[in-house]
């Protein structure tokens, strides 16, 4: 089944120049960005009572949520006076694909704009910040560990197919935290370290890799991403989330090529557009109470 995917792939274009590439991801933001976002959420109104800032967007990340909280995981109440206090003081809650179309300079932000995403693809996300936010007529996006849809550990299941497509009929939307570079593997020393940008050690040659085979290894996994996501969801635009925040610039320089416009970080702060990467602000973790996570984004008012 996976090979029939990248094959899939390698027609719809997967290993294309990049000049080819560059022109589809054009055209596909021409199409997200000329139509109206579609979603079953009543979106607020904009309200521009308070300006904190302008031309910008805080992104926001969230992993998990759960009645029983730990260092990534936090309770739908929680959830819940984060979002009311992002109303009560004024914000923005936009799409990610509003904020694709702003970097791209193809669509303005309103004033203090603010974007939800979630990492890895938990089924907290379809059970528990799905109906919040449909509630609260916001857009959130989630970053899929793809090779994990589906997949039904007892102890934190991940989301399904058939869950996905709902949202995303009710305009979530859902990009890539690779296919399967999520979890660490071992260098020769038998450290554990972060695939994506670094060279594993191969156990059947008894070496490391060279350079080729972790470049190609890692093309081989972000196309057969996006292969899924296509397929199953008819994505417009490609975007990864850096599984740990690990990466570097040559990640990013091998990843454009294949089409990806965004790439979100794990770095805090704000984004005016500038950079393809994607600066984030960590948000569901206990400590941060519905003030703190004020506290946290006045921090970024425009003084």
């Given amino acids: 089944m996976k090979s029939v995917f990248i094959t899939m792939m390698l027609l719809m274009g997967g290993w294309t120049h990049a000049n080819e590439q560059g022109a589809l991801q054009g055209s596909s933001l021409d199409t997200v960005c000329s139509s109206k976002n579609v979603s079953a959420s009543n979106r607020p109104p904009i309200d521009t009572k308070t300006i904190h800032y302008k031309n910008k967007a805080l992104v926001l990340t969230y992993h998990h949520l759960d009645e029983k909280e730990s260092f990534i995981t936090i309770t739908p109440v929680k959830f819940k006076q984060h979002l009311q206090a992002l109303k009560d003081n004024h914000y923005n809650v936009v799409s990610v694909e509003d904020y ?28 528990k910040a799905y109906p919040i936010l449909k509630q609260m007529g916001y857009p959130a996006t989630n970053f899929v560990i793809v090779s994990d849809v589906d997949s039904d550990y ?12 709902e949202m995303k009929r009710d305009g979530y939307s859902f990009y ?79 990843a454009k090529p ?46």
């Avoid at 007892?154 to 497509?165: A, E, K, M």
Wanted: proline share 5%.
């Fill in 258 to 303: 294949l089409g990806f416009s965004l790439f979100f970080t794990t770095k805090e702060g704000i984004n005016n557009g500038s950079s393809r990467e994607v600066n984030r602000v960590s948000a569901g973790m206990p400590y941060v109470s519905g003030d703190v996570l004020m506290k946290k984004l006045a921090q970024y008012d425009q003084k």
């Fill in 100 to 127: 694709a179309c702003f970097q791209a300079k193809r669509r303005m932000l309103p004033p203090n704009a603010v974007v939800i995403t979630f990492d890895d693809g938990y089924r907290s996300f379809y059970e």
């Fill in 176 to 254: 890539s935290h690779t296919y399967d570079l999520h979890q660490k593997r071992k260098d020769e020393a038998g450290n554990g370290i972060a695939p994506l940008p670094n060279r594993v050690f191969l156990p059947k040659e008894q070496r490391m890799e060279i350079d080729a085979e972790r470049k190609q290894r890692v093309r081989t996994d972000l196309l057969r991403g996006e292969a899924y996501l296509k397929m199953k969801l008819d994505n417009k635009l490609s975007m990864l989330c850096f599984p740990m925040g690990e990466y570097n610039k040559t990640v990013v320089e091998e």
């Fill in 154 to 165: 007892p102890s934190l299941p991940f989301l399904t197919w058939n869950q996905i497509r």
